[in-house]
């Protein structure tokens, strides 16, 4: 076996392994850490001397000794000991309820967005914290204490790996969902190493998205958000030229997007969007299957996307949607109806400083016949681009 | 995103916190430096504890910089400082926020008496997909 499919393995154990420790011993936040110390220890043993008969219960019994040699050393332990020995054996439930259990747990509402990407990449992925923090351009040390604080601020709110009770549910799913799309576009481009077992964040969030959809398949916004990923990933392949620079949607080279994606994503929104009620991914998702339907540029059904967007802008009103609307509407309507859409958002705080919306302008005054308003709409989203392939794009157009 | 948090000030003499150097500080009581070193130490520890601080570094004095030039015959060293500004970069903060909206609330409160907090985003090497 590969090292990359070494660690497969080991990651897809990581978060049952973990249930399994907080079940015996009850501290997730010393569990977590065995359970790291158990993976980094599966990286350093299993390519030398073969993967374990049983990758799980290797992995189970590693941690649990890390543990309990923690405990061992540490100045509380007769304390420790006598907790554990109270600590009643918590009988183990269905394992798609601890999964998600430990996923709600890493999102917890009292952790800051970017504690709950970490956590969920660590304690849910399996990743190292080198790998972690690699992906994110921070170094090693700032991405451990972004932990090992996260997970002293669940101590410290008492936060459970249980699901919670039926009404607050929606909510608490609602903002795994969201960590896993900033994972996902945040890791459009990252990856975790530079050796043959990198691991994309964009893949990385496909996988624990698809773990979420089989732990809630009737969760529609679920399906929506993996559809999404599923539709948006497929043009990973068309998007950049070997030299690193960007080919907008309209330019790419459609025989290089990944067909079984697309047939899944598809799938996935023909599935969910009669079942209702519509959310925003769905919504998104279903927008970006008809960009992939279109066998050209030229084929898009842009009337149909602009219907998807007003009722987008009908369920999340906001600035950005508005923005990609206005381009829908240009499409079917002319660049004259689009640019009005856009007048209002050049002085919306949110969105004046943003390049896209400049870019957005600058395209529709191209197409409006006005060269040299657009020449300085591109002028100013190069300033305010952060991205640099699309600081790039955007100076080769002045 | 990644942005930084730019400090420009000019104490004098150089020192750090460079509000007890400035002409601005010194003309604040006592009583008003220790409350605002409380509230900043309040956020710096809200910030580290939500994961969005990455790094930061206090700068010695401008004078003791060393600037190093590029001409065709190779590169040239003066010493120090860089250019004779009004305000000098005093240090920075590396952050790391989820909204360009939440990096301007954080960087808003690194302003102080003689000196001023500028907030610049990082750029970075990927793209979203648009």
Request: charged share 25%; glycine share 6%.
């Amino acid at each position: 076996m590969t090292e990359g499919g070494l660690e497969d393995v080991w990651r897809e154990c990581a978060p049952h392994v973990l249930v399994a420790l907080v079940h015996r011993y009850g501290d997730f936040d010393a569990a977590e850490d065995a359970v790291q110390e158990a993976l980094l220890a599966a990286a350093r043993q299993w390519p030398a001397e073969g993967t374990p008969d049983n990758p799980r219960g290797w992995l189970i019994r590693v941690a649990s000794r890390r543990l309990v040699d923690q405990w061992r050393s540490d100045q509380a332990r007769a304390v420790r000991e006598e907790l554990v020995a109270r600590e009643p054996a918590v009988p183990a439930g269905p394992e798609g309820d601890d999964s998600l259990g430990l996923l709600l747990l890493c999102c917890h509402p009292a952790l800051a967005r970017p504690s709950q990407v970490a956590l969920t990449l660590r304690a849910v992925g399996g990743l190292s914290t080198a790998q972690i923090a690699r992906a994110f351009l921070v170094p090693e040390a700032t991405m451990a204490q972004r932990i090992s604080r996260a997970k002293a601020r669940l101590r410290q709110v008492g936060a459970r790996f249980t699901v919670p009770a039926a009404a607050e549910l929606p909510d608490r799913v609602a903002a795994v969902a969201q960590v896993l799309y900033l994972v996902f576009t945040e890791g459009h481009t990252a990856t975790t190493g530079t050796g043959l077992t990198d691991t994309s964040l964009a893949a990385e969030a496909i996988r624990l998205t698809r773990t979420l959809h089989r732990l809630l398949p009737r969760a529609g916004e679920v399906s929506g958000l993996l559809a999404l990923m599923l539709l948006t990933d497929a043009r990973r392949a068309a998007r950049t030229r070997p030299d690193g620079s960007l080919v907008p949607l309209a330019e790419q080279d459609r025989s290089r997007w990944d067909r079984a994606r697309i047939t899944e994503g598809i799938a996935l929104v023909e599935a969910t969007l009669p079942a209702g009620p519509v959310g925003p991914y769905q919504l998104q998702a279903a927008i970006a299957a008809v960009h992939a339907e279109a066998a050209t540029a030229a084929d898009t059904d842009w009337a149909q996307i602009e219907l998807l967007y007003r009722m987008l802008a009908d369920r999340a009103p906001g600035p950005v949607v508005t923005l990609n609307h206005a381009v829908a509407v240009a499409e079917v309507r002319g660049p004259a109806a689009g640019l009005e859409m856009l007048e209002p958002l050049l002085a919306d705080p949110a969105l004046r400083r943003h390049h896209r919306l400049h870019a957005v302008h600058a395209h529709l005054l191209e197409r409006a016949g006005q060269p040299d308003r657009a020449r300085a709409a591109f002028a100013t989203a190069a300033r305010l681009a952060t991205s640099i392939p699309e600081q790039r794009y955007l100076n080769s157009r002045l | 995103m990644k942005y930084v948090i730019l400090i420009h000030s000019n104490p004098d003499p150089w020192g750090h916190p460079t509000s007890m150097y400035t002409a601005e500080g010194r003309s604040i009581p006592q009583a008003e430096h220790d409350r605002m070193e409380k509230e900043f130490e309040a956020m710096l520890a809200e910030i580290s504890a939500s994961g969005e601080f990455v790094t930061a570094e206090a700068l010695a004095d401008p004078a003791s910089a060393t600037i190093y030039g590029w001409t065709p015959e190779g590169h040239v060293a003066t010493d120090g400082p860089y250019a004779e500004a009004k305000e000098q970069l005093a240090g920075f903060f590396l952050i790391d926020c989820a909204t360009r909206a939440r990096a301007e609330e954080i960087a808003a409160r690194f302003a102080g008496p003689g000196s001023t907090a500028e907030l610049r985003p990082a750029m970075w090497p990927g793209a979203d997909d648009q």
